[in-house]
């Protein structure tokens, strides 16, 4: 290095001349480098180049969680968990973290359309005036078709419009939002409230085609993970599903099995405990559990002969630390039995706990939207309101919605993109993202959580209900103008505590600060099971359909996607490309089939067969699933959009499939249709070969020292790195770890990783810094799953820099492998010298291609990589860099969990711990002498700083 | 050369085409090398002092009336930009003093009405460079060492070249830069400690 620098016309020197002069030829104009605006006035508290936090509130479906928007000069930049939120203690759900990349979607509306044609709010809001005026004229309804509302505000504003507009029939409908279990809490309990679940104090967990981990849960997930640990603490997981979903996944005992005959199991796990001995609740008739013997499954359903009785053992034996679940797709008589099972096993009130839930509003999903299409088919109505609602896309019946849509003469759509409905709709009014609206969410009794704006609004868009609002406003006039006032006004007369030592106004800002408000509220009394509804439930289930044919009819799971869930995020390209958690598909949906049923009838991945029901079909590609039960599909809902850039096209719409909603469809035909497809699949090899870059052990030989860990051990001929001061180090916890690739999204978003599209993916080139590898081991019918998050490992001895023809990757003194994308020429020679196969490749200029305003998404703390640069993982360098320059501006010296890479921030298992390994008691070295830790290909002697803790199962093995 | 007719070949070689052609080579060399010395990111960066929407003068402020850099700038001890000091700030002493010079009045209505004011950038590093004003600023370097005598300055002039080479030479030898009580000996000099 010396020579170069000495050197009269070194390379450098060279280079800088020649680039000198080509911009010199590129224009001779004035030097101009911009203009720094300043603040007129500043935000107070804010500092520009320092992160903002704000906390708001996410709401999808019936749920609400409590996330902290990272902003940076006015722009959200990240989403994280709300760690005041006693519920979500800081992890947000999967598609809020990505949620943000639809605040700056180009494809947004911009501004109001009547007509095609742009319109002014006043304008609008007399449209709508006007349409009511024309039903109260005529003598006919209104229709104000909505999501779920579940703010209480929003819900009131909606009934003072109901009160005001006497004709307007206010509908909730959420397509992907099964009724089963809602209409069994109905005849069961006679309430809908629907319990909380606490698989954190539960020592044994039996789930019925229930996704308990799914990553719309995190606290679900936060449960499970802590009773992970080994020892005799350690929980037990069985699982009885059709497709293999990451519950099953994490599976101690896993039964492939066909969801038409989960309630009859549910109800012979039932009668099998009362008749060793665990009574009935009061009330109940024994004979009604008669019908069911559980001694018919090991024989039909190929399994064990005895672990269904350990089950039962182990079931009576965690009586109060049971949790029995049964999944959307069951019908209500599954979940019937499983009340009764939880009921039975003392569960209710402890890890099924609804003694705060509150009464959530009744949705017009089943049969209710059918019977609301048909009366407007009929012309009941002389206007409709379409808001966060897509019909059009999303009722399984397209011929109704066609006859209800042109039996309405003036229609209004409120959202955020033009839509499958919206292009049904006269007046289009354009909406707000969450993050530019306020409202507030009543998660449990006793617990207010508000919605701020963290932006100002980027489009020409109102919120929702403040269109509403100046409705009402117009209506009956001594309202609020505006509904962060209407809002206000009703935290001041029914949520302030009146005798209160501040005013309104700090406890609403300290409200807004915290994002939630809680206070002590009694748990309400159990309600009690009602013994007849489940009798009734019993009868259902003896008789219920059971499939004739196995070779032709299948059973069909279909439930909202992990990644685009009921199609309202498919534009969203982080969401589209994030592949399925188990098939490691991206972009689209696909058939999954078990390995039989493939071999049967001839089909492989990408296979195209069609699916058939009275007379509807859908064509899709098949993926061959190991664990899959025979006689079953599992797909996913939410593709196959008509409208969207992103979305247009992906996958195949599978709603028209659909009876009622989301429930189980029993009776499918299959047949192969002819040809295939090939799939964008980022993972193509599915085992490990005998070689354990993975490692799990059975929680009770991992304990005895019969199973221990394998670890590689070599002499070196050259003494390895050693690092003076701090060593930057990771642990993944792989017990905990239940492959919901919520870090896969973080990363992306806090590191700029773009997007690539199926085609590039096809070629693998697909620029996720993370992915979370996923084998299968055994038996294919009924495999182990094994996940394993795969990021830059950081090697003490990284084989990329040695090849590095220009040292754009070399080592750290903290023993980070850094990159310098300035330097790197893009040879891609350290991607093959990898042998994790983690670096990145830019092969086109996706970020200068972004449309506007996708950029102001970017974290400026991290470069945007252009065309031609390798990038990978960094350890969010980023964040260790605020870390210490924030503690060294504070005066103190930086602590262990200081810093926080994203990944670790969202994952919500806590699985990934980060911090200085040279730090005898930080977590992270805890986690490297830690019995379980391995290194994955450790026998390269490339030292990386990355140890994995190896997972563990508990299988029951009868004593 | 399959491609060249030998004649042709031949023909190049020998005739004046021969020393028309390297004439014209010399002749594009020693443009692209002495536009490119001309032209060098020093010569073009420093200097620079582009015209300010308000002629704010940092002699009368920092020099004259030796105002602190932070009372203005005062993200640069705990952000990593400095910052440019909202309207308000001006107008806290400007509301009273010099209320008649035409620039204070454009300030005045920019303040009134909200609207930001377009400071021209005097300073731009690349935007792989990641530079931050804490560590340096709280280290005890002066200002001076990088901004020149910016007390001196009516304009704001570009005092120091922004090339790599300037940063590491005081990264390995930050001794002249720092306070003589400093214990600081040396400052990062791996790539992420400014490139990300």
Redesign the interface.
Known sequence: MSGDRDSRLSRRRFL???G??A???AGCSK????????????PRGS????TDSYATTFQEGLDSHGVLVRAREGRPIHLQGNDLHPLSKGKAPMRAIADIMRLYDPDRLRQPLADGRPASWTACVESLLSMLKAAKQNNKGVLLLTGALVSPTARRLVSDLAKTVPGLKHAAWEPALSDSEASALRSCYGSQRRPRLKPELARVVVALEADLLSPDKPSEIAGFASTRAPGSGMSRLYVFEAGMSLTGAKADHRFPWRPSRSAALAFGLARELWSKGVPLPPGFDPALLAPFYLGRFPSEEQIGADILSRLVADLKGARGGALVVAGPSLPAEAHAAVFLLNAMLGAEGRTVDASLSSEPETLANGQGMRRILESAASGAFEAAVFWRANPAYAFPDPDLWQAAVSAIPSKAFIGMHADETARNCGLILAENHWLESWNDFEPQQGLLSLQQPAIGRIFNTQQGEDILLAVLTRLRPPMPSEYRGYLMARWKSSVFPGKAAVSFERFWNACLHDGVFSWPESPKPLRRLEPKAVADASRKACSATEVRDRTTDFELVLAPAASVHDGRYANNGWLQELPHPMTKLSWGNSAAMSPADAERLKLKDGSLVELSINERKAVLPVVVQPGQAPGTLSSCLGYGRRSGSVARGVGMNLYPLLQNGPDLVIGTKVRPAGGSVDLPFIQRHHKLEGREVVQQRASREFLAGTAPIHRHHSMRLIPSQRFQGRKWSMAVDLSRCVGCQSCVLACQSENNVPTVGPERVLKGREMHWIRVDRYYEGDPSRPSVLFEPMFCQQCDDAPCETVCPVAAT????EG?N??????CVGTRYCSNNCPYKVRRFNFFEYAADAPEPMSLAFNP????RPRGVMEKC?FC??RI?EGK?LA??AGRALKDGDIEPACAAACPAGAIVFGDLNDPKSRVAAAFRDKRGFRVLEELEINPSVTYLAGLTNQNHGN | MALLDETVWDHVRQGPVAAVLAASALGVAAT??G???L???DS?SRG?A?VQPIPFSHRDHAGSMAMPCLFCH??A?????A??????VCMGCHRVTKTDSPAIIKLKE??D????????????L???V?F?H??HV?AGVACQTCHGPIQKMTTVRQHMSLRMSNCLGCHRNPKPALPPDSTIAKA?E???AC??
């Open positions: 800088g001349l020649m000198a002069s911009a010199l030829a030097p101009d480098r911009g203009a720094i605006a300043s603040n007129a006035k500043r500092t520009p180049g320092l070399n080592h750290s003194p980070l850094q990159m310098a994308y300035n330097r703390e991290v470069t945007v960094t360098v980023q860099d320059a060294k501006a | 692209v090398l536009v490119g010395w032209t060098q990111p073009l620079f582009p005062s993200g001890a705990r952000s990593r930009s910052g440019i000091p909202d309207a308000d920019a303040s009405a909200g609207t930001p004011i377009a400071w021209k950038r005097v300073h731009s690349p935007d792989h990641f931050d804490r560590p709280n990062p791996n790539c992420n490139h990300r």
